[in-house]
């Protein structure tokens, strides 16, 4: 079993940057891709960035240029740098990891529990 931590969200005005973290935690387990998700009020869960292993990256178009993920193996964690943020970047932020743990036998997503970033005046 891996269990995901997030944290660094919370209340930014227009303009404005932050960074979210995610931490990967278990026993003898192995991530493969990392992704950061979002859910606005109302609206259906959205893929923001993805990183592999290696660390090749992948953006939505929204946050082209504007959200860089990253990630650092050594500390199974995974960032979100978020400049320019605009009020309709305001959701809840998951961290999602596929993992494979010692004990399993096939590869297996797993979920954080979320952390609220919004974006107002």
């Known amino acids: 079993q891996v269990q995901l931590v997030e944290s660094g969200g919370g209340l930014v005005q227009p303009g404005g940057s932050m960074r979210l973290s995610c931490v990967a935690s278990?026993?003898?387990?192995?991530?493969?891709?990392m992704s950061w998700y979002r859910q606005a009020p109302g609206k259906q869960r959205e893929l923001v960035a993805g990183?592999?292993?290696?660390?090749?990256?992948n953006y939505e178009d929204s946050v082209k240029g504007r959200f860089a993920i990253s990630r650092d193996n050594a500390k199974n964690t995974a960032y979100l740098q978020m400049n320019s943020l605009k009020p309709e970047d305001t959701a809840v932020y998951y961290c999602?990891?596929?993992?494979?743990?010692?004990?399993?036998?096939?590869?297996?997503?797993?979920w954080g529990q979320g952390t609220q970033v919004t974006v107002s005046s």
């Open positions: 999602k990891c596929n993992a494979i743990s010692s004990t399993a036998i096939d590869w297996t997503d797993y």
């Open positions: 278990g026993r003898a387990f192995v991530i493969d891709n």
């Open positions: 990183i592999t292993r290696d660390g090749t990256p």
